[in-house]
């Protein structure tokens, strides 16, 4: 077993004391303090978040639009230059490789951005998907850096690092959309993109200016709220916004349709991409279970793996679940029979022998105030 890499910020974690645990094959933050601090700081201030273990695939050339609505199940080629787009990649069964984000930055230019551990595994599939596409796909992963400002007060932050002309491109910038800016001095690629529920953005990097960059954010931050924020809440924040976790709500043995993602899967784009024979079948089969979220009656958590049951008989499984600091109740999200999907079903979860009240309710759990 090789140790887990670490990121070009490892240094900065250490300094601020950092409890750090093993994510995807990285050794990466899980907190730096109180995790319910840094979910809270998110909530109401602003929280910053190295994100470098995630991948960065460029592909580039004058088929690049086709062949990656060939290689993936949106459509990429109706993305308009300086936005961006959720998408999954599949394999030819349906099952889902990874959900990702692609940045179109030019007519022929995309940006592809996997999750962290599966981040070769895409950017492998990639290169060989583009076989006879007049593309180049180059896997800058190794050599990229993101954090992410996340948090109410991400904007006032951003505009004490940026000229003018840069405070307008921060607070004009549309969700879903990148630009190239100034910040701090250094040339970065800034996204109004997140995985917290709240508004913010990643900022992506060369590692080499990474920890200037960090640096600057954090002086800058201070009088703002913001604090260093780990994974540890990462995952408590985006499980109140009902945003899945691959491993957890997505995987191979799974598909779009049943995790509730149908809507960014393309049928009207002409490309026979990888896996749509497999999922124009199973839509029109429909789907054994379906992704639901579970609001707490009780006050015990149930976890990933809790089986969930109506009457004694189970009918499904959590993929993720805790108490949610903000709502102040537990939160679950759980694949279950169609048949319990309503909302409103109550349902039971065996909490280690014992039975806690559940009900399905609405996802996402949280929503920010616009």
């Given at each position: 077993?090789?140790?887990?890499?670490?990121?070009?910020?490892?240094?900065?974690?250490?300094?601020?004391?950092?409890?750090?645990?093993?994510?995807?094959?990285?050794?990466?933050?899980?907190?730096?303090?109180?995790?319910?601090?840094?979910?809270?700081?998110?909530?109401?201030?602003?929280?910053?978040?190295?994100?470098?273990?995630?991948?960065?695939?460029?592909?580039e050339g004058p088929a690049a639009a086709t062949f990656l609505n060939t290689a993936l199940a949106g459509n990429m080629a109706v993305m308009k230059v300086g936005?961006?787009?959720?998408?999954?990649?599949?394999?030819?069964?349906?099952?889902?490789?990874?959900?990702?984000?692609?940045?179109?930055?030019?007519?022929?230019?995309?940006?592809?951005?996997?999750?962290?551990?599966?981040?070769?595994?895409?950017?492998?599939?990639?290169?060989?998907?583009?076989?006879?596409?007049?593309?180049?796909?180059?896997?800058?992963?190794?050599?990229?850096?993101?954090?992410?400002?996340?948090?109410?007060?991400?904007?006032?932050?951003?505009?004490?690092?940026?000229?003018?002309?840069?405070?307008?491109?921060?607070?004009?910038?549309?969700?879903?959309?990148?630009?190239?800016?100034?910040?701090?001095?250094?040339?970065?690629?800034?996204?109004?993109?997140?995985?917290?529920?709240?508004?913010?953005?990643?900022?992506?990097?060369?590692?080499?200016?990474?920890?200037?960059?960090?640096?600057?954010?954090?002086?800058?931050?201070?009088?703002?709220?913001?604090?260093?924020?780990?994974?540890?809440?990462?995952?408590?924040?985006?499980?109140?916004?009902?945003?899945?976790?691959?491993?957890?709500?997505?995987?191979?043995?799974?598909?779009?349709?049943?995790?509730?993602?149908?809507?960014?899967?393309?049928?009207?784009?002409?490309?026979?991409?990888?896996?749509?024979?497999?999922?124009?079948?199973?839509?029109?089969?429909?789907?054994?279970?379906?992704?639901?979220?579970?609001?707490?009656?009780?006050?015990?958590?149930?976890?990933?793996?809790?089986?969930?049951?109506?009457?004694?008989?189970?009918?499904?499984?959590?993929?993720?679940?805790?108490?949610?600091p903000t709502l102040g109740f537990p939160v679950a999200m759980a694949y279950v029979e169609p048949a319990f999907a309503e909302i409103g079903t109550k349902v039971?979860?065996?909490?280690?022998?014992?039975?806690?009240?559940?009900?399905?309710?609405?996802?996402?759990?949280?929503?920010?105030?616009?």
């Amino acid at each position: 077993m090789s140790d887990p890499k670490k990121t070009s910020l490892h240094a900065k974690h250490a300094e601020l004391n950092a409890s750090f645990t093993d994510f995807g094959g990285w050794d990466m933050p899980l907190k730096y303090g109180s995790e319910l601090a840094e979910h809270n700081a998110v909530r109401a201030t602003a929280g910053l978040f190295d994100l470098s273990h995630m991948g960065e695939v460029w592909v580039e050339g004058p088929a690049a639009a086709t062949f990656l609505n060939t290689a993936l199940a949106g459509n990429m080629a109706v993305m308009k230059v300086g936005k961006a787009k959720y998408s999954v990649i599949c394999n030819e069964a349906g099952g889902i490789i990874d959900d990702l984000i692609t940045y179109r930055r030019g007519e022929e230019k995309f940006l592809v951005v996997p999750n962290a551990g599966n981040a070769p595994v895409v950017a492998a599939a990639l290169a060989e998907r583009a076989a006879g596409f007049d593309v180049t796909v180059t896997d800058a992963s190794a050599e990229t850096s993101l954090i992410a400002v996340q948090g109410p007060n991400a904007v006032a932050i951003l505009h004490e690092l940026v000229d003018e002309a840069g405070k307008a491109v921060v607070t004009e910038m549309n969700y879903y959309a990148a630009d190239e800016l100034t910040v701090a001095g250094i040339n970065v690629l800034l996204a109004r993109t997140g995985y917290t529920g709240e508004d913010g953005f990643e900022l992506y990097v060369p590692n080499e200016q990474a920890a200037e960059l960090w640096d600057a954010v954090m002086n800058a931050g201070t009088a703002h709220g913001l604090i260093p924020a780990g994974l540890a809440c990462r995952d408590s924040l985006r499980l109140e916004a009902g945003m899945p976790l691959y491993g957890n709500e997505l995987s191979l043995e799974g598909n779009p349709f049943e995790a509730n993602l149908g809507p960014i899967v393309s049928f009207k784009k002409e490309e026979n991409f990888v896996g749509r024979a497999a999922l124009e079948a199973i839509k029109a089969e429909g789907v054994k279970r379906v992704l639901v979220g579970l609001k707490g009656l009780g006050r015990r958590a149930g976890r990933g793996g809790y089986a969930v049951s109506v009457d004694g008989a189970q009918i499904g499984a959590i993929t993720s679940g805790q108490p949610s600091p903000t709502l102040g109740f537990p939160v679950a999200m759980a694949y279950v029979e169609p048949a319990f999907a309503e909302i409103g079903t109550k349902v039971d979860v065996d909490l280690r022998g014992k039975a806690e009240a559940f009900e399905v309710v609405s996802l996402p759990f949280y929503t920010r105030a616009k």
